[in-house]
């Protein structure tokens, strides 16, 4: 059986949502980032045409999709240690929680973030390529003022949905808050798919230092944004997340 390969976009938390399932499970895998600025194109071709970015998961012989879909495939296929809850009733609330994250929170986070880092070259060109060396660096800063204005039409950014996409993202915050239970976690007692969903989801915000990829510098406004959520319990429970349950890599060499 072939190693799985994931292609994926270093800086995104979708695609930090499926890294984590990997590794939770220790899965091996191999890991591949497109160009940035290449990665539409690239998905729809492997996708033909139904998709349009990733993450994307080659998994013997298949084409997987969109955070969700490859997660089940890889419960299915690997099914310890488990993430989705055996009792019914639970399993309807972590996948309840998940969609809740997918769809209120990793899009308008994820706007409230560009609007920011797409007008700072030097943040820019961390963002574009968060290991890249010194000429490839200077090469996505200097490109910025180009790409920049390009990724916040593609993403729908201007002042009012960056705006809104702060006070989603504070919303959300507050719905993490409520639904953490006695335990410590979202559904029962134990790590589930909703616990992996909204810590992954909100990587970008918290930055755990657990994290892969994170970049060396964010642009002050966006640091400002940051720092009214510090001494909230969300935002501690995501580190804490981090720390329990993000553990080593399981990806490996080419």
């Given amino acids: ?7 994926h976009i270093e800086i995104s938390h979708y695609n930090e949502k499926v890294r984590w399932a990997l ?35 080659r998994l ?21 240690p488990p993430l989705y809850p ?14 809740y994250f997918d769809e209120e929170l990793a899009p308008h986070l994820r706007r409230a973030a560009f609007a920011e880092v797409t007008r700072d070259s030097e943040a820019f ?3 574009a390529a968060p290991h890249a060396g010194r000429l490839l660096h200077a090469g996505f800063k200097g490109s910025a003022a180009l790409a920049g204005p390009m ?40 790590f589930t798919i909703a616990d992996l969903t909204a810590a992954a989801l909100f990587f970008p915000l918290v930055r755990p230092p657990e994290a892969e990829y994170l970049t ?4 002050k ?20 997340m981090y720390r329990r349950h993000r553990g080593a890599s399981a990806a490996v060499a080419a």
């Fill in 125 to 127: 060109a961390w963002a």
């Fill in 151 to 190: 990724l916040r039409m593609r993403y729908g950014i201007n002042a009012d949905s960056a705006e809104d996409g702060r006070q989603k993202t504070a919303a959300a915050l507050d719905r993490l808050e409520s639904e953490i239970g006695p335990s410590g976690y979202l559904v029962g007692d134990r």
């Fill in 221 to 240: 406004a966006y640091e400002e944004f940051r720092a009214q959520f510090e001494s909230r319990p969300g935002w501690e429970w995501v580190r804490e």
């Fill in 86 to 99: 055996e009792d019914l009733g639970e399993r309807a609330r972590a996948v309840g929680l998940e969609d």
């Fill in 216 to 219: 060396p510098t964010i642009p």
């Fill in 23 to 57: 590794d939770f499970k220790g899965i091996a895998h191999r890991r591949k980032a497109p160009m940035p600025m290449m990665h539409m194109a690239w998905a729809a071709t492997m996708t033909r045409g139904k998709g349009k970015t990733f993450p994307i998961l």
């Fill in 1 to 7: 059986m072939a190693t799985p390969v994931l292609y």
């Fill in 60 to 80: 013997d012989g298949e084409t997987i999709d969109d955070s969700t879909r490859i997660i089940e495939r890889l419960e299915r296929d690997h099914p310890e």
